[in-house]
């Protein structure tokens, strides 16, 4: 089938026509005829116009060139469909595709350095992961059995966030994360996530000295707990003590400490994620010493020197996956505590040295608080002539200067 560049050549050549002379007559230059003629560019319309006029082919030349115009603006149709349609398919098969494992990679690992971590650098990797979690699930870029893991990823996230903006010393803030934590774990229907959800929003409240509230949360948790899944109830039993001891009822702090032992013996499943959502023979110690410090002393601070004995010693022996940096820096403040409570003062300056070095971006607001307690302890007139304790103030005052 002759092309358009073959009937215009043949057509100049028939009517006894040079190059040249026809460049003239359609007004463009001979060299650009010849790559019309050739096929080398595109011939535009008006140079079919006037060679057509020129060489009196009768409009042959014109319709020639319509009908490819035509051809050609139906193949780049079909090309873009084509080629629309492929893109459909890449992104089709790139989301069948799409798995979650190495969110959920992030996730396992932001939940074990968080542990060993400064809380502002962990906020800023629990943030860029979270915002992976949620584009996927506000897309729906995501297999349809996904959904609950994106969620529960999401809600992980969300607590971490909480921990870091309460570690930070905002407990507004942190709730706002617990919430959204707490949301997440209703649409996973994801009861683990939900029971540490309830115990963290208790810790909040704590924080914020509004035990009431704190207990409140706490034995909403209980609903979450039971068949010895994890270590959800222990911790919320710990958390429980520990609103009762600051409420002054030393027998129900203890007996609630107690609850948490026979919640732990009762385990039969570990919990699904370790780090910051675990609660370790050693965190448990922790939170019985850090309950019974805020009660009158006597067997309860003599309990509290136990416990948190115990903690600091299971965390320097234990994996170094479970070992929580800042709650073994506060053991060694709520020790101290007891022991002021017991009149052991050197044996209080002695269990808070390790902390007295530490530079200020590991100083969490909970260190802070604390360590301010215990100087105020030991400030006391009956130790206004205590060397060890004038000494030890003074170092817990330059902690944060």
């Known amino acids: 089938m002759t092309t358009f560049p073959e009937l215009l050549r043949k057509l100049r050549m028939e009517a006894g026509w040079s190059l040249a002379a026809l460049a003239q007559h359609v007004h463009y230059d001979r060299t650009s005829?010849?790559?019309?003629?050739?096929?080398?560019?595109?011939?535009?319309?008006?140079?079919?116009?006037?060679?057509?006029?020129?060489?009196g082919t009768n409009g042959r030349l014109v319709a020639k060139w319509r009908e490819e115009d035509a051809a050609r603006r139906e193949a780049?149709?079909?090309?873009?469909?084509?080629?629309?349609?492929?893109?459909?398919?890449?992104?089709?098969?790139a989301l069948a595709e799409l798995d979650i494992s190495e969110l959920q990679e992030g996730v396992e690992s932001t939940a074990v350095d968080y542990l060993a971590n400064p809380p502002a650098p962990m906020m800023d990797r629990a943030h860029a992961l979270r915002g992976e979690a949620f584009e996927r699930l506000r897309s729906g870029h995501f297999r349809p059995g996904?959904?609950?893991?994106?969620?529960?990823?999401?809600?992980?996230?969300?607590?971490?966030?909480?921990?870091?903006?309460?570690?930070?010393?905002?407990?507004?803030?942190?709730?706002?994360?617990?919430?959204?934590?707490?949301?997440?774990?209703e649409f996973a229907g994801d009861s683990e996530l939900a029971a540490w959800v309830a115990g963290t929003k208790s810790l909040i409240s704590r924080f914020q000295g509004d035990y009431g509230k704190a207990l409140e949360y706490v034995r909403d948790g209980y609903q979450w707990v039971g068949g010895g899944h994890g270590t959800g109830e222990a911790r919320l039993r710990c958390g429980e003590a520990q609103c009762l001891a600051n409420l002054g009822d030393s027998r129900a702090a203890n007996d609630a400490l107690d609850g948490a032992e026979l919640a732990r013996e009762r385990i039969r499943r570990d919990d699904s994620l370790e780090g910051l959502f675990g609660f370790s023979r050693a965190k448990q110690s922790y939170y019985a010493g850090s309950s019974l410090i805020w009660l009158d002393g006597g067997h309860d601070a003599e309990r509290a020197v136990r416990?948190?004995?115990?903690?600091?010693?299971?965390?320097?022996?234990g994996p170094e996956e479970e070992r929580s940096l800042d709650?073994?820096?506060?053991?060694?403040?709520?020790?101290?505590?007891?022991?002021?409570?017991?009149?052991?003062?050197?044996?209080?300056?002695?269990?808070?040295?390790?902390?007295?070095?530490l530079p200020l971006e590991e100083q969490i607001s909970w260190i802070v608080k604390r360590a301010d307690r215990l100087a105020g302890m030991l400030s006391?007139?009956?130790y206004a002539g205590n060397r060890t304790a004038v000494e030890t103030v003074e170092a817990i005052n330059a902690l944060a200067a």
Not at 36 to 52: I, K, L, M, Q
Not at 76 to 93: E, F, G, I, K
Not at 346 to 354: K, N
């Open 76 to 93: 780049a149709a079909v090309h873009r469909v084509r080629a629309a349609a492929l893109a459909m398919s890449n992104d089709l098969t």
């Open 33 to 55: 005829l010849h790559s019309f003629e050739s096929g080398r560019r595109p011939t535009p319309f008006e140079v079919a116009e006037r060679a057509d006029e020129a060489l």
């Open 307 to 317: 416990e948190a004995s115990a903690a600091i010693a299971l965390w320097q022996s």
């Open 146 to 185: 996904d959904r609950a893991d994106l969620y529960v990823a999401a809600g992980r996230l969300s607590g971490v966030l909480a921990y870091a903006l309460l570690d930070l010393g905002d407990a507004v803030e942190a709730h706002a994360h617990a919430v959204a934590a707490g949301r997440c774990a």
């Open 327 to 357: 709650d073994e820096r506060l053991a060694h403040i709520y020790l101290a505590t007891a022991r002021v409570q017991l009149d052991d003062v050197e044996g209080a300056a002695d269990a808070i040295r390790p902390v007295l070095s």
């Open 380 to 382: 006391a007139p009956r």
